[in-house]
């Protein structure tokens, strides 16, 4: 038993590992008034095994730390990537504007510790980490020391300072965004009432949702026109699922001629459908959907690779089978059915059609769920080859006066993010489901912070207790804070924004899931999470590079 607990062995440092692990996570699972250390909690176990003597053998311990790194930034690479774009769209770009405006503050807030505080920048770039709960930062910057520091003795001394900055600085990250939160609704008297009518109704007029109509064609300049030629059709997309024609209900294909009296059944926006009816004629009291007939409707799901990637009009199965496509999902979102939409792996499409003929165009998109719960090991453990070459690739940096490397965080990260938003690559899906996509991740930051854990905890307690940690806590509530507090009040009072969409922009820009739990919770809405997703991606990329580049450009 002995030999197991030094970590000498590999079964041993397993152990070792198992039971950080599984300590850390009990630990983080505590909650007190809903907030908890969550995945945290794995670093702080780590943390007292080793001050209390327990040793894993170095290069098994940096070989668990490493590729857990990689796990990690892989998964989360493929999360973030197919929205990283897509946040950027609409009102997201203000909202990333300021959310990155929070991360140049921490940073700068960051620096003024090193410079005028006085503080390690090794040191500093771990208190940055822990003071906006960003585990990827840190790792970020315990890779940039690697590349920086070339003597083992001093690159060893310098690798637990990020560790224990992360670490005594984790708590301010916690609990200074909550306090941030709850001292803008009291400064601003805000009515959390009122914010949530207010976001409902924004969310209404920017976002409709999708509508039907049943429209009789009464306007005779339509006679005997292909229903592909009628005004509105083409540009707006809207949907004609189903027509009433000659006395039969049919699915209506671009050359379908009108007459007086059909009527078509249309999906989209209600303003659209006004739009329509106008140029159409008149809206019916005839409901086609509550018609008898051979049409029905049915969810398919695209997991055919030769179907991800093309567009509804590329596959043109109205024409070639007679199936209407009218709705698109995709990670829970629903999106327009229009010609252009590229459809991708996982997606699910509404089909409107004779089951026969639906059955065929299942056959071309695949329509096994199943396939959704294997992942795809060729692709993921590729990507991950193609990520650590990336990262070990040198290239030159200004001011700095050795190549650079992204690393083990940013190399990974880089690609997955690339991957996941090309989708597919001849037979090869980069589509992994995401309980897949968690328990990677998990099992990747887990296997890091045990590992970080362990190494820092014989130099912890020292350097809280008897060395700079407090200090280095204080300095870690300033990162917090100060660009917190600022960019809330540019938020509120300059810009006006909803305190639901400001909260959920906060804890984004912090990259901090417990923030937004209690975000949420004092919300009584999902408000503030439309604001967190937007900023999440940007945010994450942000704030491991700035961990990166601080350490290349302070650390000598």
Not at 299 to 312: C, F, V
Request: charged letters at 15%.
């Amino acid at each position: 038993m002995q030999t197991l607990l030094d970590g000498s062995t590999a079964a041993g440092a397993v152990l070792v590992l198992a039971l950080v692990a599984g300590t850390g996570l009990a630990l983080g699972s505590l909650r007190v008034r809903g907030i908890g250390l969550g995945i945290a909690g794995v670093l702080f176990a780590g943390l007292a095994f080793g001050h209390f003597g327990v040793r894993v053998d170095e290069r098994t311990l940096e070989f668990a730390r490493e590729f857990g790194l990689i796990l990690f930034v892989y998964s989360i690479g493929l999360q973030v990537g197919p929205g990283f774009v897509a946040s950027l769209r609409r009102h997201g770009l203000p909202l990333n504007l300021l959310a990155a405006a929070v991360v140049l503050l921490g940073v700068a807030t960051a620096l003024g510790l090193h410079l005028l505080g006085g503080i390690d920048a090794a040191a500093v770039a771990g208190i940055m980490s822990g003071a906006t709960t960003n585990t990827p930062a840190l790792a970020a910057a315990q890779q940039a020391l690697k590349q920086v520091v070339s003597d083992p003795a001093a690159r060893e001394a310098l690798a637990r300072l990020p560790s224990v900055g992360y670490a005594v600085a984790y708590p301010s990250g916690v609990f200074g965004i909550i306090v941030v939160m709850v001292g803008v609704r009291a400064a601003f008297r805000i009515s959390l009432a009122r914010e949530r009518e207010e976001l409902e109704r924004g969310v209404e007029a920017e976002v409709p949702r999708p509508a039907r109509a049943n429209l009789e064609v009464a306007n005779p300049n339509l006679v005997g026109m292909p229903l592909e030629r009628v005004p509105l059709l083409a540009q707006s997309g809207i949907v004609v699922s189903r027509i009433h024609h000659d006395g039969t209900l049919q699915v209506p294909r671009p050359d379908t001629t009108l007459a007086l009296g059909d009527v078509l059944l249309a999906v989209g926006t209600r303003e659209q459908l006004d739009a329509l009816r106008v140029v159409v004629g008149k809206e019916s009291d005839l409901d086609l959907r509550s018609l008898p007939s051979a049409i029905t409707t049915r969810r398919l799901i695209i997991t055919r690779s030769a179907a991800s990637g093309k567009t509804i009009a590329e596959l043109d199965f109205v024409r070639r089978h007679g199936v209407q496509i009218t709705r698109v999902s995709r990670a829970e979102v629903e999106l327009p059915a229009s010609p252009g939409v590229e459809l991708q792996y996982g997606d699910t499409v509404l089909a409107v059609g004779e089951a026969a003929d639906i059955a065929r165009a299942a056959s071309e998109l695949g329509d096994s769920p199943k396939s959704l719960n294997y992942p795809h090991l060729v692709p993921m453990f590729l990507g991950i080859a193609l990520g650590i070459l990336l990262g070990s690739w040198p290239f030159s940096l200004p001011g700095v006066p050795a190549p650079v490397r992204l690393g083990l965080a940013g190399g990974p990260l880089l690609v997955a993010i690339l991957l996941s938003r090309i989708g597919r690559i001849g037979p090869l899906v980069w589509y992994m489901p995401l309980s897949a996509n968690y328990m990677l991740r998990e099992v990747g930051i887990v296997l890091f912070l045990g590992a970080v854990g362990l190494h820092a905890g014989d130099v912890f307690v020292d350097t809280l207790v008897h060395g700079p940690g407090l200090y280095w806590m204080a300095g870690g509530a300033l990162v917090t804070m100060v660009p917190l507090v600022v960019v809330a009040i540019i938020g509120r009072a300059v810009l006006g924004l909803n305190f639901l969409t400001l909260s959920g922009l906060l804890a984004g820009s912090m990259t901090d899931p417990p923030a937004l739990a209690f975000a949420n919770t004092v919300a009584g809405s999902e408000g503030p999470s439309t604001a967190y997703a937007t900023v999440y991606p940007a945010t994450m990329i942000l704030r491991v590079l700035a961990a990166q580049l601080f350490v290349l450009y302070l650390v000598r």
